[in-house]
T-cell receptor
Framework: GENVEQHPSTLSVQEGDSAVIKCTYSDSASNYFPWYKQELGKRPQLIIDIRSNVGEKKDQRIAVTLNKTAKHFSLHITETQPEDSAVYFCAAFNSGGSNYKLTFGKGTLLTVNP | EPEVTQTPSHQVTQMGQEVILRCVPISNHLYFYWYRQILGQKVEFLVSFYNNEISEKSEIFDDQFSVERPDGSNFTLKIRSTKLEDSAMYFC????????????FGPGTRLTVT
């Protein structure tokens, strides 16, 4: 089955700096890669996603890049703000299979220091 | 904006008791999921449900677990005889369909087994 590795497990940055979180996946059939932000005690919130026919996607301060050959994808947050502090999870998904499960990475605790 | 809702927000039960966790997916969504998250760990897939049957289940989803869509709006997860290790946050999620992949999560039910 799919296995998703996520690094780093914790990341601390100064406000205004950029943050990068990286994930690798094992199943070459995976073709959809969402990122979720989870604040303490809250639900995972979908913040951005990318499909395998695209190499990069950007939404304001957030961008995601995908390298299908290397089977890795990354989340980039620019001009970080204290409210970006949360746990971020990457996930992988194969829409061509008969199942529709997301396989999550272990999460990255991002702390943005004012 | 429509959201997935879950009840109760917190359930405390004694080991061996049955619990039913309830979810109301977004109304036009056709695919439903249960995930769980043990405190401080990643989100883990339990089961996916489409067209009134289970699409896939993980190894966690053993005979003690069952899901049901008893009417047109509710989606339930039943644990027949709870164990201490079932203590976790249980998230329901839903998605529109196979071509629209985004999964939206409910706020979760915190299950505490004593």
């Amino acid at each position: 089955g799919e296995n998703v590795e996520q690094h780093p497990s914790t990341l601390s940055v100064q406000e205004g700096d950029s943050a990068v979180i990286k994930c690798t996946y094992s199943d070459s059939a995976s073709n959809y890669f969402p990122w979720y932000k989870q604040e303490l005690g809250k639900r995972p919130q979908l913040i951005i996603d990318i499909r395998s026919n695209v190499g990069e996607k950007k939404d304001q301060r957030i961008a995601v890049t995908l390298n299908k050959t290397a089977k890795h994808f990354s989340l980039h947050i620019t001009e970080t703000q204290p409210e970006d502090s949360a746990v971020y999870f990457c996930a992988a998904f194969n829409s061509g299979g008969s199942n529709y499960k997301l396989t999550f990475g272990k999460g990255t605790l991002l702390t943005v220091n004012p | 904006e429509p959201e997935v809702t879950q009840t109760p927000s917190h359930q405390v039960t004694q080991m061996g008791q049955e619990v039913i966790l309830r979810c109301v997916p977004i109304s036009n969504h056709l695919y439903f999921y249960w995930y769980r998250q043990i405190l401080g760990q990643k989100v883990e897939f339990l089961v996916s449900f489409y067209n009134n049957e289970i699409s896939e289940k993980s190894e966690i989803f053993d005979d003690q677990f069952s899901v049901e869509r008893p009417d047109g709006s509710n989606f339930t997860l039943k644990i027949r005889s709870t164990k201490l290790e079932d203590s976790a946050m249980y998230f329901c999620a839903s998605s529109v369909g196979s071509s629209t992949l985004e999964q939206y999560f409910g706020p979760g039910t915190r299950l505490t087994v004593t």
